[in-house]
């Protein structure tokens, strides 16, 4: 195949998912190559790449796919290259610009959720599945959480996960079954998966979209923004006076959250509800999430 990328002109583009590296970007030419690694079965590419295609037909701004192929049996995507700087980059390199930078991340967000695709999976059924495959991750106790379990959402505690507590979370989800909800959700919208320039946005990386309700994403985005591990390779590049990672995070986060809500109105109540959804679906694989049960978002005010 022409232009197959190798090792030697690899480049790594953005990556900040918290999770094992799935795959490695390489620069080619006009093209970006998404590597698979090589235990990634093939379907998972060519389901990324249908995704691509929706969303794109539906009027989302994303790099458009030209194929999907293998590479030394490993599955790949070449996609279209698009010009700009993953908003995490930007947002390292100068960190004077956090609120400038959490804002026009907001309106992407509220942007992409204007948007409606049918053909997407149902984020509903994705929940309940996430949440009944964490269920072996609940504590019995604060102090053993972390300790004795891999890392789950502290509400998952059995002194919280009772009738009372799951009532309301199980209706928000019911209710967005029946509602037909199709907004696309991106579900791991955060700044390593925007590219800016001066005049666009891009967002990349759709394996895990789906079609649901808007606020469903936004508390995700929440907890990545909050909670989500930091690569190595981004916590070498914070200057000096941001050695403390989570006052950068929370002042995205705060703005971030303020944004999206002047520029669409939201429920509090329902927000918390969907935050605490979307905790229960918490990758084991990354921190443990502790927030307040009444206002998990943090200390915000929205007015």
Known sequence: MKNTPTDS???????????????????????????????VPAAVAHREA???RTVSAAGVRTPAVHEVFTHNGAPAIRFERCP???????????????????????????????????DLPDLAA??????AQSAGRVSTSADDH???FPPGPHWLDA????????????EAVNVERISGADTICHNDFQPANLLIDAHETWILNWLNATRG?????????????????????HRERLPKKWLDIEDLRRQFHDEYLQTYYRLAPFSTRELAAWIKVRAMAWPASFPQPYCDDDQPWGDIQFE
């Open 50 to 52: 249908a995704i691509v």
């Open 159 to 170: 002194q919280i996960l009772n009738r009372q507590e799951t009532e309301p979370i199980q």
């Open 9 to 39: 002109d690899s480049r790594l583009l953005t990556q900040l998912t918290g999770r094992a590296l799935t795959a490695t970007h390489l620069r080619d030419g006009d093209h970006v190559i998404k590597l698979f690694h090589v235990a």
């Open 84 to 118: 700009g700087t993953s908003l995490l980059d930007c947002l390292l390199g100068d960190t004077t610009q956090v609120s400038a930078h959490a804002q026009r991340f907001a309106a992407a967000h509220v942007k992409l959720h204007a948007m409606k695709a049918d």
């Open 213 to 233: 309700a808007a606020l469903a994403d936004v508390a995700q985005t929440s907890l990545l923004l909050r909670f989500a591990p930091l690569t190595v390779q």
């Open 146 to 148: 972390g300790k004795r």
């Open 126 to 131: 994705v929940l309940e599945t996430a949440i």
